[in-house]
């Protein structure tokens, strides 16, 4: 019996890993399956997501739509033998992937018949000002689009939220606009009742060239650091950031990792887990167009934050 794949597509910061863990947290016992790409050599969405499921697989070091497209091909066979098998997979992209691209992968004559294309979702942050539509990316994140979850609803007021449906719907008609507050959407919008219908291969259009335009600079400490020192330094980089995440301790709350989350110019911390044993005491990625920062610079910040060696 084929095994749908579902692709989770949107710009870096959206909140597709919100969406993930949602899918996977109220999974109402599907056997599910993610394969989660980050962009960078640390790849923290799925730690953020290894909770949710045992079925995570990390593909790290750069993103699927180009350099890691024959990892994806054999990471999706390695998921088809395992027993039990998966009933749905779940393929999260980094968010500097066109999906076009992925989708040109998986309509390979051998992946479609085992695993099958079902629904692509673009995750979009509702406090993207309509106007900002005309980047290239994301418009191929939306154009590849069946269902486009607005995230982050509650921090734009209803005629802002209707204007970027507006435009979303003239980019992307034939989609499916929902609200998508904490990650929550529709399980029937994405899951198919009949896993084992027929199913119509999608047009791709010609591959394009590549175009770098993001790089990641990674920072790791093998100490704590100082909350406020850390607000300081963020604050410093922000304007120049892309995005930025991250697990950290603190100096003030040791053996406690916090979360950090930096998308559309907004930073949040919230609490994690304890710290897993033999990794750093501090892990955070940044993404910045390409040639704004450099891993001196960041290193030269980010050091001021880290807390004395113990005696």
């Given amino acids: 019996m084929p095994v749908p794949i579902l692709l989770v597509t949107g710009f870096l910061g959206a909140g597709k890993t919100t969406v993930v863990n949602h899918l996977l947290a109220h999974a109402q016992g599907r056997r599910i399956a993610a394969v989660v790409n980050d962009f960078g050599a640390i790849n923290i969405d799925a730690e953020l997501i290894a909770d949710a499921s045992d079925g995570v697989v990390s593909l790290a070091n750069g993103c699927i739509c180009c350099s890691l497209e024959g990892d994806l091909l054999r990471t999706l066979a390695t998921l088809l033998r395992r027993e039990p098998r998966p009933e749905f997979i779940?393929?999260?992209?980094?968010?500097?992937?066109?999906?076009?691209?992925?989708?040109?992968?998986?309509?390979?004559?051998?992946?479609?018949?085992?695993?099958?294309?079902?629904?692509?979702?673009?995750?979009?942050?509702?406090?993207?000002?309509?106007?900002?539509?005309?980047?290239?990316?994301?418009?191929?994140?939306?154009?590849?689009?069946?269902?486009?979850?607005?995230?982050?609803?509650?921090?734009?007021?209803?005629?802002?939220?209707?204007?970027?449906?507006?435009?979303?719907?003239?980019?992307?008609?034939?989609?499916?606009?929902?609200?998508?507050?904490?990650?929550?959407?529709?399980?029937?919008?994405?899951?198919?009742?009949?896993?084992?219908?027929?199913?119509?291969?999608?047009?791709?259009?010609?591959?394009?060239?590549?175009?770098?335009?993001?790089?990641?600079?990674?920072?790791?400490?093998?100490?704590?650091?100082?909350?406020?020192?850390?607000?300081?330094?963020?604050?410093?980089?922000?304007?120049?950031?892309?995005?930025?995440?991250g697990l950290f301790e603190t100096m003030e709350q040791p053996g406690r990792l916090m979360v950090f989350q930096l998308a559309g110019g907004r930073a949040t911390l919230a609490p994690g887990g304890a710290p897993a044993p033999g990794t750093p005491r501090a892990r955070i990625v940044f993404i910045a167009e390409l040639g704004v920062l450099s891993a001196t610079e960041i290193d030269a910040i980010m050091q001021a934050c880290v807390g004395s060696a113990p005696n």
């Avoid at 994301?138 to 507006?166: E, F, I, N, P, Y």
């Avoid at 989609?175 to 899951?191: H, K, R, S």
């Avoid at 291969?201 to 990674?218: C, I, M, N, Y």
């Fill in 90 to 245: 779940v393929i999260e992209t980094s968010g500097v992937a066109d999906p076009a691209d992925i989708v040109r992968n998986l309509m390979d004559p051998l992946i479609w018949q085992e695993a099958p294309l079902e629904t692509v979702l673009c995750v979009a942050d509702a406090t993207t000002p309509a106007s900002s539509l005309n980047d290239a990316l994301l418009k191929s994140q939306l154009r590849a689009a069946d269902v486009v979850a607005l995230s982050k609803v509650d921090l734009v007021d209803a005629t802002a939220r209707a204007q970027l449906r507006d435009a979303i719907r003239k980019l992307r008609p034939a989609a499916v606009v929902v609200d998508a507050p904490l990650g929550e959407v529709p399980t029937e919008l994405l899951f198919p009742l009949d896993i084992d219908r027929a199913r119509t291969k999608r047009e791709v259009g010609p591959r394009r060239p590549a175009v770098d335009r993001f790089e990641t600079l990674s920072w790791t400490s093998e100490r704590p650091v100082s909350l406020p020192r850390l607000q300081q330094a963020i604050g410093r980089l922000a304007p120049r950031l892309a995005r930025a995440k």
